[in-house]
């Protein structure tokens, strides 16, 4: 239940109306009296959130690590949807963002290894944006020792660079992910993208990243996944792509990585969450050659698109 809407007392009438006092002194010392009324009814009830979230906690009901990005996204979403009024949406996620970063926090220890090879590489102001002003966030020059340093439990997540065509490019780095195609970090999924919120502001990161975690992805009703698999040196991107179509994958992107030799390995962001035991992985192999060991690595919440964050008519 929402906390109780204010009452329409006099004092609070912003409007300035004939029930506001007329002396303007009075009316703004009113106007601040009824901020100080709201901002306690905020706390109260952010302190009541977090006992519920310590009751959770507790109760042993859920299982594995504090960190649910999928249930995040859905907590988000749902505020995004009902929201109306002059606060802009994307301040109202990063309040919440703050708050659910310092509830996981509460769970548990939770600090995230970030790729950061360079002083102002964007992956760190992406981390921060995403898990608040308490989380330690650990720099690492390699996605290496991003991995490392989440599967050894030295971190609880590690934020990555977003997987590109031609990693050996100039600037560009290397292809992190088939560490975890080849199974080298069982335990580790691919779980989040970033920037959650997608309509950017002036100055902010333009940067994009992905979140590992020992987790395994749960639905968040919208979602894609990630499919590693190998295929013949000589299968061109398009040959690729209509053999994921053909299994029934809803493909939206690909990347390649072709080694000096032999099978090429490739990533697929598709529709939806794939579950290891999906009949398309199995599809994807029995429609011919070419096409080998496809492994899901991951999967995330669709951050909302930007419009999700333009103002909502009143
Ligand atoms: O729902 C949970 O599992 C919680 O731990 C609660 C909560 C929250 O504050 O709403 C906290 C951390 C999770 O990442 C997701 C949600």
Redesign the pocket.
């Known amino acids: 239940m929402p906390p109780e809407a204010p009452t329409d007392t006099p004092e609070r009438n912003a409007s300035g109306d004939a029930a506001a006092p007329a002396d303007p002194a009075a009316r703004l010392a009113a106007l601040r009296a009824e901020i100080d009324r709201l901002d306690d009814l905020l706390h109260d009830t952010l302190m009541l959130r977090a006992a519920i ?1 310590g009751e ?2 507790a109760s042993g009901l ?1 299982r594995g690590p ?4 999928a ?2 996204a859905q ?1 988000l979403r749902r505020l995004l949807a009902r929201h109306r009024g002059r606060l802009p949406k994307p301040a109202v996620v990063g309040m919440w963002r703050e ?2 970063a310092a ?2 926090a509460m ?1 548990g220890p939770f600090a995230v290894a970030v790729w950061n090879p360079e002083p102002g590489a964007g992956a760190v102001a992406l981390a921060r944006e995403q898990f608040g002003t308490v989380t330690p966030i650990r720099w690492m020059r390699s996605t290496a020792q991003v991995l490392h340093a989440v599967a050894e439990g030295e971190a609880q997540a590690g934020v990555l660079p977003l997987p590109a065509d031609d990693p050996y490019a100039e600037g560009a780095h290397d292809p992190w992910w088939l560490a975890l195609m080849r199974g080298e970090r069982p335990a580790l999924s691919v779980v989040a993208r970033l920037p959650f919120v997608t309509l950017r502001a002036e100055g902010a990161s333009r940067a994009a990243a992905l979140v590992v975690a020992p987790i395994v992805p749960e639905p968040s009703g919208d979602d894609r996944s990630l499919v590693a698999f190998h295929a013949d040196e000589g299968a061109s991107r398009a040959r690729i792509a209509d053999r994921l179509s053909a299994a029934g994958l809803g493909l939206r992107g690909l990347v390649l990585h072709r080694p000096e030799r032999g099978p090429v390995a490739c990533l697929a962001e598709v529709d939806g969450l794939v579950e290891a035991d999906d009949r398309r992985l199995a599809a994807l192999v029995e429609g011919g050659a070419a096409i080998a060991a496809p492994v899901v690595i991951g999967a995330w919440p669709v951050p909302p698109p930007e419009s999700a964050f333009l103002p909502s008519p009143e």
Do not use: S, W
Request: proline share 12%; no cysteine; glycine share 0%.
């Open positions: 979230v959770l906690a859920k504090p960190y649910r990005p249930r995040e907590i708050m659910l509830t996981v769970q």
